[in-house]
């Protein structure tokens, strides 16, 4: 209120001329009132009293009421010009505060703007941060998921090495083991020989008894003889032992064979082979793993030659076998199965195990699971098979339930340019 009063007080004292002017004609019009009422006293004292008495009056309220409105005028004169000047400087100060306003507010959109661009300029940062991060948080999951299958390659490694090494002392003792097998196969073929030729020596010594009726003492030495070494029935138990014997040869052979088959770590070629006999040569292998555990039977469809690797196939062969056997519990059946469709073959082994729980199936294949006791399955069996199968354009399929047992088939085209996708649905059981 100080700072408005100041100016209105100065508005008034600029314009101190036109009062005091204005003032001095009210002033001057007084003074001829004042003379005039003189006058009029002076004469009063000649004339009627009464008369010139109101005749002052009258004058004097007209001297009044003309003081008075000398002062309303000055008044109101000097309220509207003190209005004037106050609007005046309102004016200027609105007018200086509008100006300064609008410097504020240009500064402010000026500051606004800096702070939208260094906004923007802020969140494009943060944005690219964010991608960058976001990049580095895919790049470390995919270094963790490399990392995690360089381990498990590393420890398929481990354990191919160990199977090559393993494969390779096999190879060299089925070697070992076919050397002397060989040549006990070739003596009792020729002991066999021997001995028919001694029977039929002994045969011929029988016909000559009658030559002996003279020589009492060396008949009764002959037949004392024979009866002590119960002659009929060496004759024919001896027979039968050097049938055994070559058969019991014949199987180590066999036997040996068949592991030195399996154990071909270097012979890996594509050729047309027959899956029934790298079946029946995996039995023989893993006979020691499932006689005591299951019988096998064989229900075989007619199958042509296929395109494979064979010893490859019959590694899948056995890890079905050893797996079958391991999930029968006591005693139980292994059902081989074969059959054809179109340009593939198929090749089944159910059991009649434990089976396998829903939310273990997706994840049979992977490396290292297994459903098995700890230190009974290394839980690469499975993702091995997987591996070569898809490899020869083949896939495998599983049917099974919780106490039901399993069914692996393995399907697998006759020449290996046909596409995994184009293999048909399995026939039924």
Not at 221 to 230: M, Y
Not at 253 to 280: C, M, P, Y
Not at 400 to 417: H, Q
Request: charged share 25%; glycine share 8%; proline share 3%.
């Amino acid at each position: 209120m100080s700072d408005q009063a100041a100016p209105n007080s100065s508005a008034c004292v600029k314009d101190e001329p036109a009062l005091r002017a204005e003032v001095a004609r009210l002033n001057n019009m007084v003074t001829l009132l004042l003379t005039r009422t003189r006058q009029a006293q002076a004469a009063a004292a000649n004339a009627n009293e009464p008369a010139l008495r109101a005749e002052i009056v009258r004058l004097n309220k007209m001297v009044t009421a003309l003081m008075n409105r000398a002062e309303r005028d000055m008044n109101a004169n000097v309220s509207e010009f003190c209005l004037f000047q106050n609007a005046i400087t309102l004016e200027n100060r609105v007018s200086g505060r509008t100006a300064e306003l609008a410097a504020a507010l240009s500064e402010n959109e000026r500051v606004n703007r800096d702070l939208q661009q260094a906004k923007a300029a802020m969140e494009r940062e943060i944005d690219e941060r964010r991608r960058i991060q976001d990049a580095i948080e895919r790049e470390k999951e995919e270094q963790r998921v490399l990392i995690k299958r360089l381990e498990e390659a590393h420890l398929q490694l481990l354990q191919s090495e160990k199977l090559a090494s393993i494969g390779q002392l096999a190879a060299g003792v089925a070697h070992e083991i076919n050397n002397p097998i060989g040549f006990v196969s070739s003596n009792l073929s020729t002991l066999d020989g021997y001995v028919r030729d001694l029977l039929q020596l002994l045969d011929a010594y029988g016909g000559a008894d009658g030559l002996l009726a003279g020589h009492a003492g060396i008949g009764e030495q002959i037949a004392s003889i024979k009866r002590g070494i119960d002659l009929d029935f060496l004759r024919t138990d001896i027979a039968v032992l050097i049938t055994e014997s070559l058969d019991g040869a014949l199987r180590i052979r066999r036997i040996v064979q068949d592991l030195r088959d399996f154990s071909r770590t270097g012979d890996d070629k594509w050729e047309w082979s027959d899956l029934h006999a790298g079946l029946e040569s995996t039995l023989n292998v893993v006979s020691s793993e499932i006689k005591y555990k299951a019988e096998v039977k064989r229900e075989y469809g007619e199958l042509p030659l296929v395109e494979c690797r064979i010893s490859q196939i019959n590694q899948v062969f056995l890890n079905l076998l050893v797996n079958a056997a391991h999930a029968i519990e006591g005693h139980g059946g292994i059902t081989l199965r074969s059959g054809c469709k179109d340009d593939w073959v198929w090749i089944s082994v159910a059991d009649t195990g434990t089976g396998i729980a829903p939310e273990a199936l997706s994840r049979i294949f992977d490396p290292f699971f297994t459903t098995k006791a700890v230190g009974k399955g290394t839980g690469l069996g499975l993702s091995v098979s997987y591996g070569i199968i898809d490899k020869h354009g083949g896939r495998i399929e599983v049917d099974s339930a919780p106490g039901k047992g399993a069914t692996f088939t393995v399907w697998l085209p006759v020449r290996r340019a046909v596409a995994p996708d184009a293999a048909p649905e399995a026939p039924a059981a």
